[in-house]
């Protein structure tokens, strides 16, 4: 069957169900419904009291999920050790470094999975990035109110076949040696120059010089 997503104006009696394609406010300016809201039956006289009989509204068929469904299970499905996902809302799924560490990127599956759906991305750091703790290090994004659950479940497919899309490995703590050449003339010089600057990024990466 063909992908039958609606989108159009509709009578506000038919719209409960649907979800809302824009904001709505009042005659005074304040918000009545966000964009992107699950219209219920009691919205219904809502619509009715701002004088409305028909909204712009996205329906869903029953082979689609609604955009923070899908955000949430694709987030679940790449995140991988030391990966934390926390899906907000509005078709997006925020995943983020549970420790400091470097960030591993799958980056052949990744590329496979952006280019199942073009209303399904995921956007993330360059691979071997240096991240903190809670830092982002991707974002999963449905661009319309939702999608298609077969290319979902494509998704979760490529995640269970091949190794973690993303996963963020601790930084392991090293003793590093710093080698200088030059005459002996030179060498004091060079190591005064250069043994503090090397020292503060070593020891920041969790290791001693």
Same mark, same amino acid.
């Given at each position: 069957?063909?992908?039958?997503?609606?989108?159009?104006?509709?009578?506000?009696?038919?719209?409960?169900?649907?979800?809302?394609?824009?904001?709505?406010?009042?005659? /005074?300016?304040?918000l009545?419904?966000?964009?992107?809201?699950?219209?219920?039956?009691?919205?219904?006289?809502?619509?009715?009291?701002?004088?409305?009989?028909?909204?712009?509204?996205?329906?869903?068929?029953?082979?689609?999920?609604?955009?923070?469904?899908?955000?949430?299970?694709?987030?679940? /499905?790449?995140?991988?050790?030391?990966?934390?996902?926390?899906?907000?809302?509005?078709?997006?799924?925020?995943?983020?470094?549970?420790?400091?560490?470097?960030?591993?990127?799958?980056?052949? +599956?990744l590329?496979?999975?952006?280019?199942?759906?073009?209303?399904?991305?995921?956007?993330?750091?360059?691979?071997?990035?240096?991240?903190?703790?809670?830092?982002?290090?991707?974002?999963?994004?449905?661009?319309?109110?939702?999608v298609?659950?077969?290319?979902?479940?494509?998704?979760?497919q490529?995640?269970? +076949?091949?190794?973690?899309?993303?996963?963020?490995?601790?930084?392991?703590?090293?003793?590093?040696?710093?080698?200088?050449s030059?005459t002996?003339?030179?060498?004091?010089?060079?190591?005064?120059?250069?043994?503090?600057?090397?020292?503060?990024?070593?020891?920041?990466?969790?290791?001693?010089?």
């Amino acid at each position: 069957m063909g992908y039958v997503m609606k989108f159009g104006n509709v009578p506000i009696a038919e719209s409960v169900g649907a979800i809302l394609a824009h904001k709505l406010y009042d005659s /005074a300016g304040k918000l009545v419904f966000n964009k992107g809201h699950i219209l219920q039956k009691g919205d219904v006289d809502v619509l009715r009291e701002q004088g409305l009989q028909s909204v712009i509204v996205t329906q869903l068929s029953a082979s689609d999920l609604h955009e923070d469904v899908a955000a949430e299970r694709i987030g679940h /499905a790449v995140a991988g050790q030391n990966i934390v996902m926390r899906a907000p809302g509005v078709g997006r799924a925020n995943l983020t470094a549970a420790q400091r560490g470097i960030l591993h990127v799958n980056v052949p +599956a990744l590329a496979l999975i952006n280019n199942i759906y073009d209303g399904i991305t995921i956007a993330t750091l360059r691979e071997y990035t240096l991240v903190d703790e809670r830092e982002m290090v991707a974002l999963v994004k449905i661009v319309p109110f939702g999608v298609p659950e077969a290319r979902v479940v494509d998704i979760e497919q490529v995640t269970r +076949a091949t190794s973690s899309i993303l996963r963020v490995e601790p930084l392991q703590e090293k003793q590093v040696a710093l080698i200088i050449s030059g005459t002996d003339a030179t060498r004091e010089q060079l190591m005064t120059r250069f043994s503090d600057a090397v020292r503060d990024r070593v020891v920041g990466w969790g290791s001693q010089l």
